[in-house]
């Protein structure tokens, strides 16, 4: 099963939950990929993978014809496989702009790899732009993480409402798994009500499994390490280990 | 004088230093126009705009030819005026990659207004893609918010770096003046190892005064009000008071 980690919003814990959700269903041993679609790639740097020796990534494979399966790389982490990004991802939008059918290039390229994984997912900039849009046709579901401020609640209406016009318009089957809240933070009320907000406008499609504020989620990526390596007893690593029981449930009812 | 806010990285706090440090500024007397670029519309939601009501923005003025000067709008707050945003600025790449000069389209349009304004402040989608590049030129200088974690300390560097590389390719002076520490949170001994890196790194180019995390400024968009009239006495409002002075500071050495 492809999925892909969407927002409009910015820095509401897409490239954490990748990794950290990749780390957890590895830890139950499934076999997991990583595509780490960011210019940024903030999901490779948190892997440990240095700046350097990001290539070749699913830059040489979208732009360059570079074969995926060799882009495939293992991590530290038992069951967890990565294609990094790179910073050429920046020019996906102009050099495919011509391609005809250019938002199905990631989806015809994973498709001849996914057969040996159990789940993939895949870590995207902000929606929209044309990484985001390969990532939502290559999938069969979608994520959006949220965090619960005024700013990015309107993000979560807006991105679930333009994937599923684009899906439709493409004719792709992509559909939303969940809503997963980030950051909660339950010392001020306002973060309650705006958690309730949610929770009321969303219902079953908001996760069960909320990942509290927790710092030791920030500072991981710092030693290239998964919270389960950096801090395995960490109120963040559990949440992340029972946000992938969530996820394996609803993953069995798509 | 005109100034970028910009990152590469998500949720760094750019639409809520637009928007604070711009009424900070017309709080002290001057005449500030904030320009909103990102589809996001942040800034223009955060100033109480309806999300019904955006039109004409920012988008118009550079997809139709709308006049920039009938698309600026008072605020409630004396002194700060705004050109908003709108989700049409998600077909900016598409729409002007054949037009040529399609980077300094703002800078042609905003030199017809500003003499009328002490400072405009633009808010961007993340770095890089056209609107941001716009800004850029635009500009005469530029900001980076900036929070202490790992992810975000990576994007400092990569931002400032593509940001004088292109200022330079394009013939454009625009030039840093400085970076911004937002949400920095001196509970955890990572958090200040981290503002400790980016003071020794970036040096005076990192602004003295330090946003905090104070959660009044993330409840105060949902009222549509800036932190001055949402919660005036709070820490959030008295350290962009102090940003503002600090700014006003820096651009008198520009
Ligand atoms: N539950 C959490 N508790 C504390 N910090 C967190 C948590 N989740 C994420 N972070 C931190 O918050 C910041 C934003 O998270 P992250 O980078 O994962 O978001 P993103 O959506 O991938 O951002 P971008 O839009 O830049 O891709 C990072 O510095 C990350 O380390
Ligand atoms: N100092 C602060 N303390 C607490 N919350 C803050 C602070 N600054 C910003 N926030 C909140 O953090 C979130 C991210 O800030 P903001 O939206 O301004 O970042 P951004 O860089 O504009 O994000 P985007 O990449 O989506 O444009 C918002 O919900 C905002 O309300
Ligand atoms: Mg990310
Ligand atoms: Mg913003």
Redesign the interface.
């Known amino acids: 099963m492809i999925t892909a980690i969407l927002s409009?919003?910015?820095?509401?814990g897409k490239?954490t939950t990748s990794v950290n959700l990749g780390a957890a269903l590895a830890a139950q041993g499934y076999k997991v990929l990583l595509v780490d679609l960011d210019?940024?790639a903030?999901t490779s740097?948190?892997l440990g993978v240095s700046?350097w020796a990001l290539a070749p990534s699913s830059a040489d494979v979208l732009l360059n014809s570079y074969p995926i399966a060799d882009a495939i790389r293992a991590t530290r982490v038992m069951g967890l496989y990565l294609i990094t990004a790179s910073?050429d991802l920046?020019s996906l939008?102009?050099e495919l702009?011509p391609v005809p059918r250019r938002e199905s290039l990631l989806k015809e390229e994973l498709s001849e790899v996914t057969d040996g994984f159990d789940f993939v997912l895949i870590d995207c900039?902000?929606f929209?732009?044309l990484a985001p849009v390969n990532a939502l046709m290559a999938s069969d579901c979608y994520i959006v993480p949220a965090?619960p401020?005024?700013?990015a609640i309107?993000?979560v209406r807006?991105v679930c409402a333009s994937a599923d016009r684009l899906c439709e318009r493409l004719g792709s089957p992509t559909r939303l798994l969940g809503v997963a809240l980030t950051m909660v933070?339950y010392?001020?009320r306002?973060?309650r009500v705006n958690v309730q907000q949610i929770r009321q406008e969303f219902e079953e499609r908001v996760f069960a499994i909320e990942i509290r504020t927790n710092?030791r989620l920030?500072?991981a990526?710092?030693h290239g390490q998964t919270i389960f390596e950096f801090d395995p007893k960490s109120p963040g690593a559990e949440a992340y280990r029972l946000l992938a029981e969530e996820f394996v449930l609803r993953a069995g009812l798509m």
Do not use: M, Y
Request: no cysteine; proline share 8%; hydrophobic share 25%.
């Open positions: 409009r919003k910015g820095g509401v490239t210019s940024q903030s740097l948190s700046r910073t920046t939008d102009r702009g900039p902000a929209p732009s965090v401020h005024f700013l309107e993000g807006n933070d010392r001020t306002a973060s710092i920030a500072e990526p710092a």
